[in-house]
C-alpha cells in the first residue's frame, strides 16, 4: 500500500458517501466528547485517529487495566516482559528500553501529565472519565517522545451533588477486589472526592520442583504472577469566580507480585532442552514450568497535579499545570538457582546453563510544568504554549550470571565481595514551545496547522562492575548530550455531510536520543543513540448511517521512520573472531508502516449493539545498518544476515474484535443485559531476526458478561468470565540461548461483582 493507494481509498469513501443518503435522527448511539486536540470535541468531528472508553463503557466490559484497553483498540498491542514495566506499541511503534537514560515511544498522560517511566504506567484504571487512544505521532499538542501515540486517563472531577460507589468482586483464584468512591460539595464552590481500588488474587502459574525432592528438599514455591495492588486518589475542585477554576489531586498506588518468571519454548535451544529433559511433555500445559525462585516486582506510585483554568477573556482562557510525581520500582529475578541448575545438568542433556539473577532498582522523580493559552472564534481557534519538565532517576541494575556444567563445575556469577552490575544516574531536562490553530474556511471545510520545538538534554553518570561473564563492564563516567527537533502537523478536514467527516493529515513525531541501561562494556555505556523521527500521512472518514445506527470510522495511514532504536546483538568493530556478541540499543534502522483500521458501531434495535474493530499492518524495516564501532556476531543465527524486510516488534498483520451486548427491561423494572467479547490477534514478533520460538503466536479469546440491575436500578449484579474459551496464549516473549522465555496469559478466570451508586 502506497500513497497513491491512500487517495483510491478516500476517492471510495466519498463515492459511498454519495451513493447513500445520510439521515440526521437521533439514534441510539450515544455521542462521545474527547479532548484529543485540548478541546471538548465530538469523537465523530476530530481530525485525530482516536479510539475512546467512557468509564461506564469500561465498566461495562470489565476493563481494569490498560492491558484491557490494549485489547480493544485498533494496532495497540502490549508486552510484559517484566510485572511493572510494561511495553507499549502502536502501529508497530514502541519501545523496550528501560534504562535510566532512554524513553517509551507510547506515553501515557493522567489529566493531561506525561508519565514517563514505563514503570510509572502500570496500575488500575478506576474512578475514570474516559480514557483516549490517539494513534501516530501526537508531535504538536503532545509533545515529548509521543512518536508512537498517546494513552490520556481522564479522571473524574469531584461532582457538586453527593455522589457515593462501592463495587465488590470475588472469582476462582482467589480473587477479591473492591473499589469506591465518595464525591460532593465540601463548602461554597469547594467540591472533593476520595476513590479507592484494591485487587487481591493467587498466581496462575505453578512450578514443578516438588517432584524432584531430592534437589529441593524444603522448598515451597509460591503460585506465580498473581496481582497484589492498592491505589488511592484524592481531589479537590473550588471554583472561587465563574471565570476560575482550582483543580488539586494526589495520588497513591502499590503494586507487589512475584515474578518474572516464564515457560520456555522450543523446539530446540538450551532452556527449552533443559526442561524438556525433565518432561518430554513439557510445554503441553503452559501454566506449569519448573522454578524454584519465583522472584518479586513492587512498585510504588505517588504524585500531585495542581491544574488552574481562567478565562481571560470570554474568548481567552489561561491553564496552568503543574505536577510531580514519584515512582519507585524494585525487582529480583532469580534466571535460575544452583539447585535447580544442578537438576537441569544432572542428567547430561545439556551442556551448561545459567546460573544467577538480574535484579534492579528504579527509582525517578519528574517535575512536569505547561502554560497554556486558547481561544478563539467562529472563524479560528488557536492554542499556544511553553512545556517544561526535569526528571531525576537512580537506576542500578546487577547482572549476577554465571554459567554451571556436568559434574558441578562452572564460572560464578560474582567476583568475590563485588555485586556486579551498572548503576545509572540520569537527569533530563526538556522544555518546548508549541502552538497550533485551526481556520474555518467555511463552515463545512478547515485546515489546521501546528508546530513544536522541543529541546532535550540528559546527563548520565554510570559506574560498571565487572563479573566473571562480563569482565569489560568496568567504568565509571559522566557525560551529557542534548538534542533538538520541530516537529510539525498539516490537516485538512472537511465535514462532507452533517454526519460524514473527512480529513487527511500530516503529523511528525519525534523521540530524544538517550543511552541504554545494562551495558557490558564502556563503549555500550558511554555510546548515545540519536533521536527517532517519524511522519504519518493519514486519511480517515467518520461517518453515522441508517438514523444513527450505524457507526464507521475508516483510517489508513502510512508512516515513515528513521534512526530506529533497536536493541540488537553486536559485537565491537575491533573484537577478535568469535567474540560473543553484547545487546546493544542504537539507531540501527528505518522503516515504513502501512495499514488501516476500521472501527465500528451498530444498533439493529434499541436494545441490540454491535461493535469492534479491525486492524491491517504491513511493516517493514527499509533499511537496517549496524551503527558505526560495531558489527555482528560471527555466523551468529540470523543476527548476521540483513534484517532489510522484517517486520517490526508487536506489529500484527490483522488483529479484530467483536462485541455483542443485548439489553432487556423486565416487567419487575429491573433490567438483564447479556455481552460476549470475541478478540483476535496475529502472531507478532519480538525481535528483529523474526525468530519463530521468540513470537507471540495468533489466539482467539471469549470473554462473557451478565449483568443484572435491580428494580430499584441502583444495585447491580454481575456474572463474568475472562478468557471463557479457555484459550492458551502468551502475553509475551524474547529469546534466550536458543529458547524463548514466554510469559503465559491467564486461564479461564470468573466471578461475581456486585456495584452499589446512590443514583
Same mark, same amino acid.
Given at each position: 500500500?502506497?500513497?497513491?493507494?491512500?487517495?483510491?481509498?478516500?476517492?471510495?469513501?466519498?463515492?459511498? &458517501?454519495?451513493?447513500?443518503?445520510?439521515?440526521?435522527?437521533?439514534?441510539?448511539?450515544e455521542?462521545?466528547?474527547?479532548?484529543?486536540?485540548?478541546?471538548?470535541?465530538?469523537?465523530?468531528?476530530v481530525?485525530?485517529?482516536?479510539t475512546?472508553?467512557?468509564?461506564?463503557?469500561?465498566?461495562?466490559?470489565?476493563?481494569?487495566?490498560?492491558?484491557?484497553?490494549?485489547?480493544?483498540?485498533?494496532?495497540?498491542?502490549?508486552?510484559?516482559?517484566?510485572?511493572?514495566?510494561?511495553?507499549?506499541?502502536?502501529?508497530?511503534?514502541?519501545?523496550?528500553?528501560?534504562?535510566?537514560g532512554?524513553?517509551?515511544?507510547?506515553?501515557?498522560?493522567?489529566?493531561e501529565?506525561?508519565?514517563g517511566?514505563?514503570?510509572?504506567?502500570?496500575?488500575?484504571?478506576?474512578?475514570?472519565?474516559?480514557v483516549?487512544?490517539?494513534?501516530?505521532p501526537?508531535?504538536?499538542?503532545?509533545?515529548?517522545?509521543?512518536?508512537?501515540?498517546?494513552?490520556?486517563?481522564?479522571?473524574?472531577?469531584?461532582?457538586?451533588?453527593?455522589?457515593m460507589?462501592f463495587?465488590?468482586?470475588?472469582?476462582?483464584?482467589?480473587?477479591?477486589?473492591?473499589?469506591?468512591l465518595?464525591?460532593?460539595?465540601?463548602?461554597?464552590?469547594?467540591?472533593?472526592?476520595?476513590?479507592?481500588?484494591?485487587?487481591?488474587?493467587?498466581?496462575?502459574?505453578?512450578?514443578?520442583?516438588?517432584?524432584?525432592?531430592?534437589?529441593f528438599?524444603?522448598?515451597?514455591?509460591?503460585?506465580?504472577?498473581?496481582?497484589?495492588?492498592?491505589?488511592?486518589?484524592?481531589?479537590?475542585?473550588?471554583?472561587?469566580?465563574?471565570?476560575?477554576e482550582?483543580? &488539586?489531586?494526589?495520588n497513591?498506588?502499590?503494586?507487589?507480585?512475584?515474578?518474572?518468571?516464564?515457560?520456555?519454548?522450543?523446539?530446540?535451544?538450551?532452556?527449552?532442552?533443559?526442561?524438556?529433559?525433565?518432561?518430554?511433555?513439557?510445554?503441553?500445559?503452559?501454566?506449569?514450568?519448573?522454578?524454584?525462585?519465583?522472584?518479586?516486582?513492587?512498585?510504588?506510585?505517588?504524585?500531585?497535579?495542581?491544574r488552574?483554568?481562567?478565562?481571560?477573556?470570554?474568548?481567552?482562557?489561561?491553564?496552568?499545570?503543574?505536577?510531580?510525581?514519584?515512582?519507585?520500582?524494585?525487582?529480583?529475578?532469580?534466571?535460575?538457582?544452583?539447585?535447580?541448575?544442578?537438576?537441569?545438568?544432572?542428567g547430561?542433556?545439556?551442556?551448561?546453563?545459567?546460573?544467577?539473577?538480574?535484579?534492579?532498582?528504579?527509582?525517578?522523580?519528574?517535575?512536569?510544568?505547561?502554560f497554556? &493559552?486558547?481561544?478563539?472564534?467562529?472563524?479560528?481557534?488557536?492554542?499556544?504554549?511553553?512545556?517544561?519538565?526535569?526528571?531525576? @532517576?537512580?537506576?542500578?541494575?546487577?547482572?549476577?550470571?554465571?554459567?554451571?556444567?556436568?559434574?558441578?563445575?562452572?564460572?560464578?556469577?560474582?567476583?568475590?565481595?563485588?555485586?556486579?552490575?551498572?548503576?545509572?544516574g540520569?537527569?533530563?531536562?526538556?522544555?518546548?514551545?508549541?502552538?497550533?490553530?485551526?481556520?474555518?474556511?467555511?463552515?463545512?471545510?478547515?485546515?489546521?496547522?501546528?508546530?513544536?520545538?522541543?529541546?532535550d538534554?540528559?546527563?548520565?553518570?554510570?559506574?560498571?562492575?565487572?563479573?566473571?561473564?562480563?569482565?569489560?563492564?568496568?567504568?565509571?563516567?559522566?557525560?551529557?548530550?542534548?538534542?533538538d527537533?520541530?516537529?510539525?502537523?498539516?490537516?485538512?478536514?472537511?465535514?462532507?455531510?452533517?454526519?460524514?467527516?473527512?480529513?487527511?493529515?500530516?503529523?511528525?513525531?519525534?523521540?530524544?536520543?538517550? +543511552?541504554?541501561?545494562?551495558?557490558? @562494556?564502556?563503549?555500550?555505556?558511554?555510546?548515545?543513540?540519536?533521536?527517532e523521527?517519524?511522519?504519518? +500521512?493519514?486519511?480517515?472518514?467518520?461517518?453515522?448511517?441508517?438514523?444513527?445506527?450505524?457507526?464507521?470510522?475508516?483510517?489508513?495511514?502510512?508512516?515513515?521512520?528513521?534512526?530506529?532504536?533497536?536493541?540488537?546483538?553486536?559485537?565491537?568493530?575491533?573484537?577478535?573472531?568469535?567474540?560473543?556478541?553484547?545487546?546493544?540499543?542504537?539507531?540501527?534502522?528505518?522503516?515504513?508502516?502501512?495499514?488501516?483500521?476500521?472501527?465500528?458501531?451498530?444498533?439493529?434495535?434499541?436494545?441490540?449493539?454491535?461493535?469492534?474493530?479491525?486492524?491491517?499492518?504491513?511493516?517493514?524495516?527499509?533499511?537496517?545498518?549496524?551503527?558505526?564501532?560495531?558489527?555482528?556476531?560471527?555466523?551468529?543465527?540470523?543476527?548476521?544476515?540483513d534484517?532489510?524486510?522484517?517486520?517490526?516488534?508487536?506489529?500484527?498483520?490483522?488483529?479484530?474484535?467483536?462485541?455483542?451486548?443485548?439489553?432487556?427491561?423486565?416487567?419487575?423494572?429491573?433490567?438483564?443485559?447479556?455481552?460476549?467479547?470475541?478478540?483476535?490477534?496475529?502472531?507478532?514478533?519480538?525481535?528483529?531476526?523474526?525468530?519463530?520460538?521468540?513470537?507471540?503466536?495468533?489466539?482467539?479469546v471469549?470473554?462473557?458478561?451478565?449483568?443484572?440491575?435491580?428494580p430499584?436500578?441502583?444495585?447491580?449484579?454481575?456474572?463474568?468470565?475472562?478468557?471463557?474459551?479457555?484459550?492458551?496464549?502468551?502475553?509475551?516473549?524474547?529469546?534466550?540461548?536458543g529458547?524463548?522465555?514466554?510469559?503465559?496469559?491467564?486461564?479461564?478466570?470468573?466471578?461475581?461483582?456486585?456495584?452499589?451508586?446512590?443514583?
Amino acid at each position: 500500500m502506497k500513497m497513491r493507494h491512500l487517495f483510491i481509498m478516500l476517492t471510495a469513501v466519498w463515492s459511498t &458517501l454519495g451513493m447513500i443518503s445520510l439521515a440526521n435522527a437521533e439514534g441510539p448511539i450515544e455521542e462521545v466528547i474527547v479532548t484529543a486536540e485540548r478541546r471538548a470535541e465530538s469523537l465523530q468531528s476530530v481530525a485525530v485517529a482516536v479510539t475512546a472508553f467512557t468509564g461506564e463503557e469500561m465498566d461495562a466490559q470489565g476493563i481494569v487495566d490498560i492491558k484491557g484497553i490494549t485489547e480493544r483498540t485498533p494496532g495497540f498491542t502490549m508486552g510484559t516482559f517484566n510485572p511493572g514495566q510494561p511495553q507499549f506499541y502502536i502501529r508497530g511503534i514502541g519501545s523496550n528500553e528501560d534504562g535510566a537514560g532512554g524513553d517509551q515511544s507510547v506515553i501515557v498522560f493522567v489529566d493531561e501529565v506525561y508519565i514517563g517511566r514505563s514503570a510509572g504506567s502500570d496500575f488500575d484504571l478506576f474512578d475514570l472519565e474516559r480514557v483516549e487512544v490517539l494513534r501516530g505521532p501526537q508531535g504538536t499538542l503532545f509533545g515529548k517522545n509521543v512518536i508512537g501515540g498517546a494513552v490520556s486517563l481522564v479522571t473524574k472531577k469531584p461532582t457538586e451533588e453527593t455522589r457515593m460507589k462501592f463495587e465488590g468482586t470475588a472469582g476462582n483464584l482467589g480473587e477479591v477486589g473492591v473499589r469506591g468512591l465518595v464525591s460532593g460539595e465540601l463548602a461554597e464552590n469547594v467540591y472533593g472526592k476520595v476513590s479507592i481500588s484494591s485487587r487481591r488474587r493467587d498466581g496462575y502459574v505453578d512450578s514443578r520442583i516438588d517432584e524432584f525432592p531430592e534437589f529441593f528438599p524444603d522448598t515451597n514455591v509460591d503460585d506465580q504472577h498473581d496481582i497484589n495492588t492498592d491505589s488511592l486518589r484524592a481531589a479537590l475542585r473550588m471554583t472561587p469566580s465563574d471565570r476560575l477554576e482550582i483543580n &488539586l489531586s494526589a495520588n497513591w498506588s502499590q503494586m507487589d507480585r512475584a515474578g518474572p518468571t516464564y515457560i520456555s519454548i522450543g523446539p530446540g535451544g538450551i532452556p527449552y532442552g533443559a526442561n524438556a529433559s525433565l518432561d518430554p511433555n513439557y510445554g503441553a500445559n503452559i501454566h506449569e514450568n519448573f522454578i524454584e525462585d519465583p522472584g518479586s516486582s513492587e512498585t510504588d506510585i505517588s504524585g500531585f497535579t495542581a491544574r488552574f483554568d481562567y478565562e481571560l477573556t470570554d474568548s481567552t482562557s489561561f491553564t496552568s499545570l503543574t505536577s510531580f510525581r514519584s515512582v519507585e520500582s524494585e525487582q529480583i529475578w532469580a534466571l535460575s538457582t544452583p539447585n535447580l541448575s544442578a537438576l537441569f545438568v544432572s542428567g547430561g542433556a545439556i551442556p551448561l546453563y545459567l546460573v544467577g539473577n538480574n535484579n534492579y532498582t528504579d527509582e525517578s522523580d519528574t517535575f512536569t510544568h505547561e502554560f497554556r &493559552l486558547t481561544g478563539g472564534n467562529d472563524k479560528l481557534f488557536w492554542i499556544a504554549g511553553l512545556y517544561y519538565m526535569t526528571e531525576e @532517576t537512580d537506576r542500578f541494575e546487577t547482572s549476577s550470571v554465571g554459567l554451571l556444567f556436568p559434574g558441578g563445575g562452572g564460572v560464578p556469577g560474582n567476583l568475590p565481595g563485588i555485586v556486579p552490575g551498572d548503576d545509572q544516574g540520569n537527569e533530563t531536562t526538556s522544555y518546548s514551545i508549541f502552538g497550533q490553530f485551526t481556520y474555518n474556511i467555511t463552515d463545512a471545510l478547515a485546515i489546521t496547522l501546528g508546530g513544536r520545538q522541543s529541546f532535550d538534554e540528559k546527563d548520565i553518570t554510570r559506574v560498571g562492575t565487572p563479573s566473571p561473564l562480563s569482565p569489560n563492564r568496568n567504568f565509571n563516567f559522566r557525560t551529557s548530550n542534548d538534542w533538538d527537533a520541530f516537529t510539525g502537523k498539516f490537516t485538512v478536514e472537511w465535514q462532507a455531510t452533517e454526519n460524514a467527516f473527512l480529513y487527511g493529515t500530516i503529523s511528525e513525531g519525534y523521540k530524544a536520543g538517550g +543511552y541504554q541501561g545494562l551495558a557490558a @562494556t564502556e563503549l555500550i555505556a558511554i555510546t548515545p543513540f540519536d533521536p527517532e523521527e517519524a511522519t504519518l +500521512y493519514e486519511i480517515g472518514a467518520k461517518t453515522e448511517w441508517f438514523d444513527n445506527r450505524l457507526r464507521l470510522n475508516l483510517a489508513v495511514f502510512q508512516t515513515d521512520y528513521s534512526d530506529l532504536q533497536i536493541l540488537q546483538l553486536l559485537v565491537e568493530e575491533d573484537a577478535p573472531f568469535g567474540t560473543g556478541g553484547q545487546l546493544i540499543t542504537q539507531n540501527a534502522a528505518d522503516a515504513d508502516i502501512e495499514g488501516y483500521e476500521l472501527e465500528f458501531v451498530i444498533a439493529p434495535t434499541d436494545n441490540l449493539t454491535i461493535s469492534g474493530s479491525y486492524t491491517h499492518l504491513d511493516t517493514a524495516f527499509s533499511n537496517f545498518f549496524t551503527p558505526t564501532g560495531f558489527r555482528p556476531p560471527d555466523g551468529g543465527a540470523g543476527t548476521g544476515g540483513d534484517r532489510t524486510g522484517n517486520p517490526l516488534r508487536n506489529a500484527p498483520d490483522k488483529a479484530y474484535n467483536v462485541l455483542v451486548r443485548y439489553h432487556m427491561d423486565l416487567s419487575n423494572g429491573g433490567a438483564l443485559t447479556w455481552q460476549a467479547d470475541f478478540r483476535h490477534k496475529d502472531i507478532v514478533y519480538q525481535d528483529p531476526d523474526v525468530f519463530e520460538f521468540a513470537a507471540v503466536p495468533e489466539y482467539d479469546v471469549v470473554d462473557l458478561r451478565v449483568s443484572y440491575v435491580w428494580p430499584k436500578g441502583n444495585l447491580e449484579t454481575t456474572l463474568w468470565s475472562r478468557n471463557a474459551n479457555d484459550e492458551s496464549y502468551f502475553l509475551h516473549n524474547w529469546p534466550l540461548q536458543g529458547s524463548g522465555q514466554a510469559t503465559p496469559a491467564p486461564p479461564r478466570t470468573y466471578g461475581v461483582t456486585f456495584t452499589w451508586t446512590n443514583d
